[in-house]
Each structure stands twice: as C-alpha cells, then as structure tokens.
C-alpha cells in the first residue's frame, strides 16, 4: 500500500461521516506499521475545524483479521465509554468501497513520544493505573 488516498476519496471518506463537513486538508503522518495513517483537518458542519485520523489497513493486519475495521472501531467505542482515555472513534469502512481496503476514523490525538521523563516514577504509577482500568474492564 504505497499511494496515499486522493483529495476526492479522503472527501468522501469525511461526508460518510457527516454529510455537511467538508475537508480542509490531510497529510500523512509518517510510523505506522499496521495501517496507513492520515491527518484529515475538517471543518464539521456546526462550523468547527478538528483533526481526525484516518487508519487504512495493510495487507498484514488484514491477514490476521479480516474484520479488523469493525473490531478496533468497537474497541475504542467501548474503552473510550468506559472512560480509559482513547481517541473516540467516528467511523469505519470495512467494505473498502471508498480507498479499496478498510479503514477507521477516529480523534486525533496530540502528543509525543517521551524517551526521558522528567519523573520516571510518577510516569510509571500513571501507565500502571491505566494498565490496570484496561484490565479492570468487563468487555
């Protein structure tokens, strides 16, 4: 999966998911291993602009789940209801009719990766917590 999702498809990718927003841009964003990955920035028909991601699947990830669309869409919507701080999924395409593979629309979510925190031990205790809310969970 080399090309990148055309102005026209990510267009209509944006008016499944509400027919009164329209994209402003997109580009991709560069280290995903398991899906093709793009910023869209869209203005939503209330008005507003927001980011959201776009994940389109490879062909690896659609080996080891044919349905992986519907199950990482269902995933999110449940952790993320259930108040584990995940981006808020929108929308998904298993189909593959608009950009010819599967695909999920989600929040995009800010951040960085942070490879020397100022305090490991509180960073810790945080991914512990978080770690134990997922498993803590009745899925």
Do not use: C, K
């Not at 997109?26 to 008005?47: E, H, I």
């Amino acid at each position: 999966m080399t090309t990148s999702p055309g102005p026209e498809e990510l267009d209509r990718v944006v008016q499944r998911l509400d027919p009164r927003a329209r994209l402003l841009g997109s580009r991709v964003v560069q280290g995903g291993t398991s899906a093709q990955v793009v910023a869209l920035d869209v203005q939503r028909s209330d008005g507003a602009v927001t980011r959201l991601i776009l994940r389109r699947y490879g062909d690896f990830a659609l080996r080891q789940d044919p349905l992986i669309a519907e199950h990482e869409f269902r995933l999110l919507r449940l952790v993320h209801t259930a108040g584990v701080p995940t981006p808020l999924p929108h929308g998904f395409d298993q189909t593959g009719a608009i950009l010819g593979r599967p695909y999920i629309v989600m929040d995009y979510v800010d951040g960085a990766p942070e490879f020397a925190p100022a305090d490991l031990d509180a960073l810790i205790r945080q991914l512990a917590a978080q770690l134990a809310a997922i498993h803590g969970l009745d899925l």
